[in-house]
Nanobody, 125 residues
Framework: VQLQASGGGLVQAGGSLRLSCAAS????????MAWFRQAPGKEREFVAA????????YYADSVKGRFTMSRDNAKDTVYLQMNSLKPEDTAIYYC???????????????????WGQGTLVTVSS
């Protein structure tokens, strides 16, 4: 599956952005989808994940209550609505996909075989 992330940009603290990740190539609805992010000099970290049906979502503690992940299987696209952004949210955001992720592994970067190219989010203070 090929993944194309978009929607990043520069925003002031407290602002909002919506990231999108469009998938192609395989049966999108059978894939667990996730967002990870990587700040300069730091390891890639889990942000959010969503099950194939969209009923189950998972969030990092650092974004819970501020970010919302959703998916539209008819459009083969997942979204990450980011509200109340903070400077520490600044990072390159990557979408990821895999059809074999189990619940206990959704936060594990190694659980995902397919990755998009990343989109940069910069939050100014």
């Amino acid at each position: 599956v090929q993944l194309q992330a978009s929607g990043g940009g520069l925003v002031q603290a407290g602002g909002s952005l919506r990231l999108s990740c469009a998938a192609s190539g395989r049966t999108f609805s059978s894939y667990v989808m996730a967002w990870f992010r990587q700040a300069p000099g730091k390891e890639r970290e889990f942000v959010a994940a969503i099950g194939w049906s969209g009923s189950n979502t998972y969030y990092a503690d650092s974004v819970k209550g501020r970010f919302t992940m959703s998916r539209d299987n008819a459009k083969d696209t997942v979204y990450l609505q980011m509200n109340s952004l903070k400077p520490e949210d600044t990072a390159i955001y990557y979408c990821a996909a895999d059809s074999s992720v189990i619940t206990s592994s959704v936060r594990n970067v190694r659980a995902y075989a397919y990755w998009g190219q990343g989109t940069l989010v910069t939050v100014s203070s």
